[in-house]
């Protein structure tokens, strides 16, 4: 069995709890202008740094997949896997908002409308996830020489898409294998990162001052905007922002970079690693039941996002972490989270 990289555990790790940040502090983001500014800019900065895991869960995948040669009925069971927790977890946000939240869902929308916004992700994984057979047998057919074209093209593709979008156009016809979204770029760009970490020329201070660099830009365009438009702005924090995806990709080659490309643990920090990981696709599926229960009962304003943001991400993380625990301690948990 090949050996785990707890680089990419680490990645793991730290994304899963960014997205927790994401979501909380989305919430108080949104109430721009009922917050003080202060709490609006302290919650943006927080929502911008924590725009890195996303695209890290993405590249996390093409790292381990993309390399592989696997049998296509390993690849049926991946899909049919998600597809059941797709219908699982609907089913229980469904009811969730329907029952508890108070907020309609016309079912018949399920195909292009998640019943809870976060879900978005299983949308995109389960088409991936159809085509990597696929993909899998082109990039193993690759030169070293071609892999850096196509990573080439499909940046260009990626920063053209943007700017086209910014603008209010859209291209007449997408790139094949690349479509128009930027998951399936994320997923290459990963196995990219990971094949060539220690080719790559860029030393481990550039790429922090890149991924500082980028994050300030996104962090800036959001709230020179938001204030020019009185309106709380996200165009640059979306995952397709050559912004936020330069500096994914540079937190993400600087982790896979630290220990010389192989941290080394004690047993006990690596079982502490492998729990938290092995918990952490659950804990993105049921954290939002958490913080929708907090949303209902309290406004934005109602408390400090000082105080607000720091506990709710702690409390939502470790809740979480207990629940989903729990539910995998049962064979139909752990195939659900």
Request: glycine share 6%.
């Amino acid at each position: 069995m090949k050996e785990k990289n707890y680089n990419l555990e680490m990645v793991r790790m730290v994304s899963f709890i960014l997205v927790i940040v994401i979501h909380v502090t989305n919430y108080f983001c949104r109430a721009y202008g009922r917050i003080p500014q202060g709490e609006y800019v302290f919650s943006l900065i927080l929502d911008t740094a924590a725009r890195l895991s996303v695209p890290c869960f993405f590249m996390i995948s093409g790292a381990l997949l993309l390399g592989r040669e696997e049998p296509l009925q390993k690849h049926a069971k991946r899909v049919l896997r998600f597809f059941i927790v797709l219908v699982v977890w609907s089913t229980v946000y469904y009811f969730w908002n329907i029952f508890y939240m108070r907020t309609e869902y016309d079912l018949t929308h399920i195909l292009y409308e998640p019943t809870e916004a976060h879900l978005w992700y299983l949308y995109a994984m389960i088409p991936i996830y159809l085509v990597l057979p696929f993909f899998q047998v082109m990039v193993r057919g690759m030169s070293m020489k071609l892999e850096k074209a196509f990573l080439i093209v499909t940046t260009a593709a990626v920063v053209i898409y943007d700017l086209m979008w910014l603008a209010g156009q859209e291209p007449y016809y997408d790139l094949p294998l690349v479509g128009d979204r930027i998951y399936a770029y994320y997923l290459f760009l990963g196995y990219y990162l990971y094949k060539y970490r220690k080719h790559i020329r860029v030393s481990q201070g550039a790429l922090t001052a890149i991924c500082v660099i980028g994050l300030a830009a996104a962090f800036g365009i959001t709230l020179g905007v938001t204030i020019m438009e009185n309106n709380h702005y996200e165009g640059a924090l979306t995952y397709a922002n050559p912004f936020v995806a330069l500096a994914a990709a540079a937190f993400f080659l600087l982790m896979l970079r630290l220990g010389k490309g192989n941290i080394r643990l004690g047993k006990r920090g690596q079982k502490l690693i492998d729990l938290f990981c092995g918990c952490s696709f659950g804990i993105y599926l049921i954290h939002i039941l958490f913080l929708d229960n907090y949303k209902k009962h309290m406004k934005a304003w109602d408390l400090s996002a000082w105080i607000a943001v720091p506990v709710l991400i702690v409390s939502i993380a470790a809740v979480s972490f207990m629940c989903v625990w729990l539910i995998r301690r049962f064979k139909m948990g752990r195939k659900i989270t």
